[in-house]
């Protein structure tokens, strides 16, 4: 018998696949950075969801880190399209 | 229960906003879908954790991830879409309007 709960985080695993579909196949740069972005931020959901289920809170600290980690990460790679070097 | 309704309206707003990344034609378009949908269901889904725990040492760690997610993912989006524009990526088809070339003169 699964929880309403296992069913919520099954659905935002998926929504996480779904991104990774868009970094394989996106015709352009820009398209996979945007995949990367927007799947750094739901797994930050789906460790809210785990940190529910499991009733730990430090797996939110694992999300915070993830979302600044992938914050630095799209703002190097946007500073890396702009065509300057980084210590501009 | 309360905090699962906050999951569910956040889960739905993720769904909304992978189905722009996939079906939308143009990079800007995918971008401010995604953009917009997900950081509020995030934001909605650690509304319900907060609810969840309530004030505890995880609930106090999901009300702070609220704000850093918020400012850091609009940021970082907004970098991402310049970057774009100077990388030379062409509009959509069918867009009628670039406002942004124009101040770049």
Redesign the interface.
């Known amino acids: 018998m699964m929880n ?2 296992d069913i ?1 985080l099954y ?2 695993i998926g ?1 996480s696949a ?2 990774l ?2 970094i394989i196949r996106g015709p ?4 996979r ?3 990367v ?2 799947f750094g ?2 797994v ?2 789906v460790c ?2 785990i ?2 289920q499991t ?3 430090f797996i ?2 694992i ?2 880190a993830w ?2 980690l ?2 630095i990460g ?2 190097t ?7 300057k070097k980084l210590n501009e | 229960m309360i ?2 309704i906050f ?2 309206i ?2 739905v707003f ?2 909304l ?2 189905i722009g ?2 079906r939308l034609p143009d ?1 800007y378009n ?2 401010q879908a ?2 917009k949908c ?2 509020l ?2 934001c909605s ?2 509304t ?2 907060f609810f ?2 309530g004030i ?3 609930g106090l ?2 009300l ?2 609220i704000p ?2 918020f400012f ?2 609009t ?3 907004h ?2 879409i ?3 524009y ?2 030379g ?1 062409k509009l959509g088809e069918k867009s009628v309007k670039d406002d942004y070339k124009e101040t770049l003169k």
């Not at chain 1, 352009?28 to 398209?31: F, G, L, N, Q, S």
Request: aromatic residues 6%; contains cysteine.
């Open positions: 309403y709960l919520l659905i935002q929504l779904i991104c579909y868009r352009t740069i820009p398209d950075m945007v995949g972005d927007i931020i739901l930050v959901g809210a969801i940190s529910i009733e730990k809170s939110l600290d999300g915070i979302i600044i992938s914050f799209t703002l790679l946007a500073k890396y399209l702009t065509g | 905090s699962l999951i569910t956040g889960i993720n769904l906003g992978c990344i996939i990079t995918r971008l995604a953009t997900v950081t269901g995030c889904i650690l319900g954790v969840q725990f505890s040492d995880a760690k999901a702070i991830a850093v997610l850091t993912s940021v970082a989006a970098a991402l310049r970057g774009t100077h990388f990526i």
